[in-house]
T-cell receptor, first 114, second 112 residues
Framework: AQTVTQSQPEMSVQEAETVTLSCTYDTSENNYYLFWYKQPPSRQMILVIRQEAYKQQNATENRFSVNFQKAAKSFSLKISDSQLGDTAMYFCAFMKRVDDKIIFGKGTRLHILP | NAGVTQTPKFQVLKTGQSMTLQCAQDMNHEYMSWYRQDPGMGLRLIHYSVGAGITDQGEVPNGYNVSRSTTEDFPLRLLSAAPSQTSVYFC???????????FGPGTRLTVT
């Protein structure tokens, strides 16, 4: 069975700093997707970024980028120039390409300090 | 577009009571799913549907029933609520796979 591990339950950084959230996963599949979701205090789940395993290039979305290391089964999220609005829970998630089920990690609570 | 809507936002049930959590989407999405979120556990998939008339079990299906009679609606039924079902429930939808899911605002359910 696939598992997703987020080893940092909670983190705090100063506004404008760069922060990296860790995620590792375990799978025997070769084709899959990886996601980072953000859940602010409003509770709304928001897709931040996704990566297709067959693509070697790391995905980027504005200030958000990932470091995808397929051999190491690692998928970290880097937030550059962090803003107060980035304060949220962040969930890493995995989905097999032939499946319709997403497996979520337990989340990292990120605090951006003024 | 309203996106994904869920009702109610909050609900308190007594053990043994039944209820239905409603979920609707107006984006003509084929894929819909239900998750529960518990403290320290992330989101766990309860049931999902890849189209009208088709449903399947997720990671934690026990105690929950679903049906999908229309593309728009995907209700989640609790037949006999238990305190272990106290949680926040999220409904989500996407085009034809969970590749880009849109989540509803959630329902906070407390079972006493």
């Amino acid at each position: 069975a696939q598992t997703v591990t987020q080893s940092q339950p909670e983190m705090s950084v100063q506004e404008a700093e760069t922060v990296t959230l860790s995620c590792t996963y375990d799978t025997s599949e070769n084709n899959y997707y990886l996601f980072w979701y953000k859940q602010p205090p409003s509770r709304q789940m928001i897709l931040v970024i996704r990566q297709e395993a067959y693509k070697q290039q790391n995905a980027t979305e504005n200030r958000f980028s990932v470091n995808f290391q397929k051999a190491a089964k690692s998928f970290s999220l880097k937030i550059s120039d962090s803003q107060l609005g980035d304060t949220a829970m962040y969930f890493c998630a995995f989905m097999k390409r032939v499946d319709d089920k997403i497996i979520f990690g337990k989340g990292t609570r990120l605090h951006i300090l003024p | 577009n309203a996106g994904v809507t869920q009702t109610p936002k909050f609900q308190v049930l007594k053990t043994g009571q039944s209820m239905t959590l409603q979920c609707a989407q107006d984006m003509n999405h084929e894929y819909m799913s239900w998750y529960r979120q518990d403290p320290g556990m992330g989101l766990r998939l309860i049931h999902y549907s890849v189209g009208a008339g088709i449903t399947d079990q997720g990671e934690v299906p026990n105690g929950y029933n679903v049906s999908r009679s229309t593309t728009e609606d995907f209700p989640l039924r609790l037949l006999s609520a238990a305190p272990s079902q106290t949680s926040v429930y999220f409904c989500a939808s996407s085009g034809d796979s969970p590749y880009e899911q849109y989540f509803g605002p959630g329902t906070r359910l407390t079972v006493t």
